[in-house]
């Protein structure tokens, strides 16, 4: 029979690649934002007639990143409990695709900006990822990258821009329309794109 500490370090180089592979908050977004850029800086996905395919390429890189479920529940706060899986599936994609609308012209006007990772924060499950992008006027924009970590993965549940959290935005935003109307109401406003990005007037 084989020894106890042969046992041991047999099971210890078998899980030792899975232990190698468990990317850091900090890695799992510079691997993101790396991939990113990889696809924007690629000279064959360049030009308008290449926009098709560049940002089914940017979204397949964000969506294994991001958790839009979560975001899309933690933005419409205790609402998300008085509706059917079917409404939660309908929302999620509508503020999906509100993010998409918003974002994409924005991470496809990247120019060379550098971005400085800076420190984290891991508390148990979650953790806050601190990075500064630098443009190419040496203007600093701080971007803080909320993660929690599901089955070994850091996933994003929320980004702070500037010190406008995207989730509490957007939190803010529908609190305000359910409050005034209905559920109805919002669907209908998100389908119709009426719901702004952080940072414009809501």
């Known amino acids: 029979m084989p020894k106890p500490l042969a046992v041991i370090g047999l099971a210890m180089a078998l899980l030792l690649p899975a232990i ?5 908050p900090t890695e799992s977004v510079r ?6 850029t990889a696809i924007l800086k690629d000279p064959a996905l360049k030009g308008e007639q290449k926009k098709k395919e560049r940002r089914e390429k940017l979204k397949e890189v964000i969506y294994r990143r991001f958790d839009f479920t979560e975001m899309a529940k933690r933005s419409l706060g205790s609402e998300w409990r008085r509706h059917s899986p079917e409404e939660q599936k309908e929302f999620v994609q509508l503020f999906r695709e509100l993010l998409e609308n918003a974002y994409l012209d924005k991470i496809e006007s990247y120019s060379g900006q550098e971005v400085r990772y800076l420190k984290e924060r891991v508390d148990n499950n979650y953790a806050e990822v601190d990075t500064k992008l630098v443009d190419n006027k040496g203007q600093e924009f701080s971007i803080v990258y909320r993660l929690y970590n599901t089955g070994g993965d850091w996933k994003v549940y929320d980004v702070v821009i500037e010190d406008i959290s995207l989730v509490n935005n957007y939190r803010a935003q529908f609190s305000r ?6 559920y109805a109401e919002l669907v ?3 389908k119709k794109k009426q719901i702004s990005a952080p940072g414009k007037n809501s």
């Open 188 to 190: 209908d406003r998100m």
């Open 31 to 36: 691997q993101t934002v790396d991939n990113i």
């Open 20 to 24: 190698l592979q468990a990317a850091t």
């Open 177 to 182: 329309v359910l409050a005034k109307s209905s």
